[in-house]
């Protein structure tokens, strides 16, 4: 066949752009531009297939097969060179199909009469929606014209898919966006709430993916281009940029200004797309490549050239950020990842947050439980999926989104809904009592905070105070270092929220996965273990001695409650605690008032530290299990890795023996021990921390409840003879004997 033109693919996509417009059923219009795309390219076949589900092609219209295999042939991704094409996202291009690797023959398709075969995705924005094919009978390798041209094509398809221009009844394809869907991902924090998708990024939606003037296209992709790397660069004049942020933006430029970017998208223009069309198939065929290339540090290029690409739609469409879309009733934020200050913009008009990346101790996560709303992390492709107004139910709970959901799924959850909020108001009645067992044992309950937005939960949730409150968050959501007065005063707005109830300051937690955004990243291989918390206080004496400073100004003669995170040997507590009350004298010394009393506290996060000398014990006023990370020590199991996270039950016998050891060694020295961490407001896992001596439990607001009407049913005498009974019969794990103890209760 001879070399196609420029001017000839023109044709074909404005025959296609006029076929379409033309009135008939989904399955019409697939019939119709199967034999436009044979007839222009000289095949005897086009085949269109298109995802019945996530894992499932379906031969949806085809040109030259046998037209009863349309909607009964089907195929898994990877089967067949079709199959494999939808898994690549990359053309296929064979001379002789059938002796190609992977090759599966059809009886049902009549397609042994065909030797050579092209196959490129259907795919926008790394979303594949299917696959186009062409064979002939002559066996030859189809030209790179031919294969660009073909998934030129392919472009235009993918959009008028997303369109809903297929759309049809009985077996044609159903609508995109339309159906309901579910994604499992992870839990970021807890809680059910029904809403309406808000996106973070909209999307753009091209609606003019063809176009009659390529030169026109041309001057507006140019133009666009321009505007584009004027706005980095004066990105880049700003003197307020720290390095690592120069160098993002230095890798934008470089992206920006690729003379090879430009003119894909100029010759794509060439063959009949719009300039936004353009854009995006060259950024479809960038993740395409991209997701398949294994070094990580390309991978995460995709974001950059993924950003800059929206950037550059939203220039060419006038959109901007913003679509004109209005925030919809109990709106539920769905984004790739969000940073913990633009989540705050949000604040408390959001019912709940879904993303596709983050983890249960990133910043997102953090806030996301400091206004008391779920978080479901790791739920892949909901942005490519989901759109604005779209009704959402995200289970918390279970780490999982029903998108779009069905009226019988609709009914369960508010069920679900219901019983929750029937249990709390019976737990509101419980608000003023006292957490005291059966036995006489009464059980501190305190909250866990981190914002000023935390504070009013105290009231709300009968708390005693406040057992940890994450100091890092004002420094995270800042772009330079807070200044001592600031501090100063924020913390003294929580002491007075907190109404002389007693409230536990945790020194700055930042490492690991907590990085300034001010401060350079340490590439550790592995950051929890490495330059993290109290270790990085020591280190950096001026930003421990700012915050101490600020903490006992706060204070205002008031008592004063200080832990230091990851506390690991003696030593590190005694230098940071002799850090404390020299930072009390020097204030004494210049005449501000020192707090009436001063409890300083470790957060036992290691092993290692619960096998500290008697004199660590003797001298710490309090120990507080950081029991996330002392989990995840213990199990050497990481708890940011979905894996294996949830793989160690915490009421494992080793571990129950492991906390047994640290409370019987702070019994011996009088030290105050509690348990501080999402386990401690899980009512079982409390209550059994309650029987091994643990007197103080600090949670999330909303558990206090739950955990206090356990704890108020029971005898901790019997739980602790039913764990340690258990423990003697050499079982695994105690939460069978408790489980089955409990069961034996009264109602």
């Given at each position: 066949?001879?070399e196609?033109?420029?001017?000839?693919?023109r044709?074909l996509?404005?025959r296609?752009r006029?076929?379409?417009?033309?009135?008939g059923?989904?399955?019409?219009?697939?019939?119709?531009?199967?034999?436009?795309?044979?007839d222009?390219?000289?095949?005897?076949?086009?085949?269109?297939?298109l995802?019945?589900?996530?894992?499932t092609?379906e031969l949806c219209?085809?040109?030259?097969?046998?037209?009863?295999?349309?909607?009964?042939?089907?195929?898994k991704v990877?089967?067949?060179l079709?199959?494999?094409?939808?898994?690549?996202a990359t053309p296929?291009?064979?001379?002789d199909a059938?002796s190609e690797?992977?090759?599966r023959?059809?009886?049902?398709?009549g397609e042994e009469l065909?030797?050579s075969?092209l196959?490129?995705p259907?795919?926008r924005v790394?979303e594949k929606l299917?696959?186009?094919?062409?064979?002939?009978r002559?066996?030859r390798?189809f030209?790179?014209?031919?294969?660009?041209a073909?998934?030129v094509?392919?472009?235009?398809?993918?959009?008028m898919t997303?369109?809903?221009?297929f759309v049809?009844e009985?077996?044609?394809p159903g609508?995109?966006h339309?159906?309901?869907?579910?994604?499992r991902g992870g839990?970021g924090?807890?809680g059910?709430a029904e809403?309406?998708v808000?996106l973070?990024e909209?999307?753009?939606?091209?609606?003019?993916?063809?176009?009659?003037?390529?030169l026109?296209?041309?001057?507006?992709i140019?133009?666009?281009?321009g505007?584009?790397?004027?706005?980095?660069?004066?990105?880049?004049?700003?003197e307020?940029?720290?390095?690592d942020?120069?160098?993002?933006?230095?890798?934008?430029?470089?992206f920006?200004?690729?003379?090879?970017w430009?003119?894909?998208m100029e010759?794509?223009?060439?063959?009949?797309?719009?300039?936004?069309?353009a854009v995006?198939?060259?950024?479809?065929?960038?993740?395409a490549?991209?997701e398949q290339?294994?070094?990580a540090?390309?991978?995460e290029?995709l974001?950059?050239l993924d950003?800059?690409?929206?950037?550059?739609?939203?220039?060419l469409?006038g959109?901007?950020?913003?679509t004109?879309?209005?925030?919809?009733?109990?709106?539920i934020?769905?984004a790739r990842?969000i940073?913990p200050?633009e989540?705050l913009e949000?604040?408390?008009?959001?019912?709940?947050?879904?993303?596709e990346?983050g983890?249960?101790?990133?910043?997102?996560a953090?806030?996301?439980?400091?206004?008391?709303?779920?978080?479901?992390?790791?739920?892949?492709?909901i942005t490519?999926?989901a759109l604005n107004?779209?009704?959402?139910?995200?289970?918390?709970?279970s780490?999982?989104?029903?998108?779009?959901?069905?009226?019988?799924?609709?009914r369960?959850?508010?069920?679900?809904m219901?019983?929750?909020?029937?249990?709390q108001?019976?737990?509101?009645?419980?608000?003023?009592?006292?957490a005291?067992?059966?036995?006489g044992t009464?059980?501190?309950?305190?909250?866990n905070?981190?914002l000023?937005a935390d504070l009013?939960?105290?009231?709300?949730?009968?708390?005693?105070g406040?057992?940890?409150?994450?100091?890092?968050?004002?420094?995270?959501i800042?772009n330079?270092m807070p200044?001592?007065d600031?501090?100063?005063?924020?913390?003294?707005r929580?002491?007075?929220?907190a109404?002389?109830?007693?409230?536990?300051?945790?020194t700055?937690d930042i490492?690991?996965d907590?990085?300034?955004?001010?401060?350079?990243p340490?590439d550790?291989?592995?950051p929890?273990?490495?330059w993290?918390?109290?270790?990085?206080?020591l280190d950096?004496?001026?930003v421990?001695?700012?915050?101490?400073?600020?903490l006992?100004?706060?204070?205002r003669g008031?008592?004063?409650?200080?832990m230091?995170p990851?506390?690991s040997?003696?030593?590190?507590?005694v230098?940071?605690r002799n850090?404390?009350?020299?930072?009390r004298?020097r204030e004494?010394?210049?005449?501000?008032p020192?707090?009436?009393?001063?409890?300083?506290?470790?957060m036992?996060e290691?092993?290692?530290?619960?096998f500290?000398?008697?004199?660590?014990?003797?001298?710490?006023d309090?120990?507080?299990?950081?029991?996330?990370?002392?989990?995840?020590?213990f199990?050497a199991?990481?708890?940011?890795?979905?894996r294996?996270r949830r793989?160690?039950?915490?009421l494992?016998?080793?571990?129950?023996?492991?906390?047994?050891?640290?409370a019987?060694?702070?019994?011996?020295?009088?030290?105050q021990?509690?348990f501080c961490g999402?386990?401690?407001?899980?009512?079982?896992?409390?209550?059994?921390?309650?029987?091994?001596g643990?007197?103080?439990?600090s949670?999330r607001?909303?558990?206090?409840g739950?955990v206090k009407s356990?704890?108020?049913?029971?005898?901790?005498r019997?739980v602790?003879?039913?764990?340690?009974a258990?423990m003697?019969?050499?079982?695994e794990?105690?939460?069978?004997?408790?489980?089955?103890?409990?069961?034996t209760?009264?109602?």
């Amino acid at each position: 066949m001879p070399e196609r033109s420029e001017s000839d693919s023109r044709k074909l996509l404005r025959r296609l752009r006029d076929s379409l417009a033309l009135p008939g059923k989904g399955q019409d219009r697939l019939d119709r531009i199967t034999h436009l795309i044979a007839d222009s390219m000289g095949t005897e076949v086009c085949s269109i297939y298109l995802f019945r589900d996530v894992d499932t092609l379906e031969l949806c219209a085809t040109e030259g097969l046998k037209k009863e295999a349309v909607h009964q042939t089907r195929m898994k991704v990877g089967e067949g060179l079709v199959g494999r094409v939808a898994r690549t996202a990359t053309p296929v291009n064979a001379a002789d199909a059938p002796s190609e690797r992977g090759f599966r023959y059809m009886p049902e398709t009549g397609e042994e009469l065909f030797s050579s075969f092209l196959g490129v995705p259907i795919q926008r924005v790394g979303e594949k929606l299917g696959v186009l094919v062409v064979q002939s009978r002559t066996a030859r390798q189809f030209s790179d014209d031919e294969v660009y041209a073909l998934e030129v094509v392919a472009m235009v398809l993918a959009e008028m898919t997303e369109l809903g221009a297929f759309v049809g009844e009985g077996e044609g394809p159903g609508a995109l966006h339309r159906q309901p869907r579910i994604f499992r991902g992870g839990t970021g924090q807890e809680g059910t709430a029904e809403g309406n998708v808000w996106l973070h990024e909209p999307r753009v939606v091209v609606t003019n993916p063809v176009a009659d003037d390529p030169l026109t296209e041309i001057d507006r992709i140019r133009d666009a281009v321009g505007q584009l790397r004027i706005s980095i660069d004066d990105l880049l004049s700003a003197e307020s940029l720290d390095k690592d942020q120069r160098q993002v933006l230095e890798a934008y430029r470089m992206f920006a200004r690729s003379r090879g970017w430009l003119r894909r998208m100029e010759e794509d223009i060439q063959r009949g797309l719009s300039a936004e069309a353009a854009v995006e198939k060259e950024q479809s065929a960038a993740r395409a490549r991209l997701e398949q290339v294994p070094d990580a540090y390309l991978r995460e290029r995709l974001n950059d050239l993924d950003d800059l690409s929206n950037r550059l739609l939203r220039i060419l469409t006038g959109q901007g950020q913003d679509t004109g879309a209005t925030m919809p009733e109990n709106p539920i934020l769905v984004a790739r990842n969000i940073g913990p200050a633009e989540l705050l913009e949000y604040g408390r008009k959001l019912r709940g947050v879904v993303l596709e990346e983050g983890s249960v101790g990133s910043h997102a996560a953090i806030v996301a439980r400091a206004l008391v709303i779920p978080l479901i992390i790791h739920a892949e492709r909901i942005t490519s999926e989901a759109l604005n107004g779209d009704p959402i139910l995200v289970d918390g709970d279970s780490g999982t989104v029903h998108l779009r959901p069905d009226e019988v799924v609709v009914r369960s959850f508010r069920d679900k809904m219901a019983m929750q909020a029937k249990a709390q108001e019976r737990y509101a009645s419980l608000r003023g009592l006292p957490a005291e067992s059966r036995c006489g044992t009464v059980t501190r309950l305190y909250m866990n905070a981190g914002l000023m937005a935390d504070l009013p939960s105290i009231e709300n949730s009968g708390a005693e105070g406040v057992g940890l409150f994450r100091t890092e968050l004002q420094f995270l959501i800042r772009n330079q270092m807070p200044k001592r007065d600031e501090l100063a005063k924020l913390y003294a707005r929580v002491m007075d929220a907190a109404k002389g109830r007693p409230v536990a300051f945790r020194t700055l937690d930042i490492g690991s996965d907590k990085v300034l955004p001010y401060m350079k990243p340490q590439d550790e291989p592995n950051p929890a273990m490495g330059w993290r918390a109290i270790r990085v206080g020591l280190d950096k004496r001026g930003v421990l001695r700012m915050q101490l400073q600020a903490l006992l100004r706060a204070a205002r003669g008031r008592p004063l409650t200080v832990m230091f995170p990851f506390i690991s040997e003696h030593e590190e507590f005694v230098t940071a605690r002799n850090e404390l009350l020299h930072q009390r004298d020097r204030e004494a010394a210049m005449g501000h008032p020192v707090p009436e009393t001063l409890r300083i506290g470790a957060m036992l996060e290691t092993p290692s530290l619960a096998f500290a000398p008697k004199a660590f014990f003797e001298s710490a006023d309090f120990i507080s299990i950081g029991g996330n990370d002392l989990k995840q020590f213990f199990f050497a199991a990481d708890r940011e890795n979905e894996r294996v996270r949830r793989r160690y039950d915490t009421l494992n016998t080793s571990f129950l023996r492991f906390l047994r050891l640290i409370a019987d060694r702070c019994a011996e020295s009088n030290a105050q021990l509690s348990f501080c961490g999402e386990d401690a407001g899980r009512p079982i896992e409390a209550m059994v921390f309650a029987s091994l001596g643990i007197g103080t439990l600090s949670m999330r607001p909303a558990s206090i409840g739950p955990v206090k009407s356990l704890l108020r049913q029971v005898d901790l005498r019997e739980v602790r003879a039913v764990v340690t009974a258990a423990m003697a019969e050499g079982v695994e794990s105690v939460r069978p004997a408790v489980m089955g103890w409990l069961a034996t209760l009264p109602e």
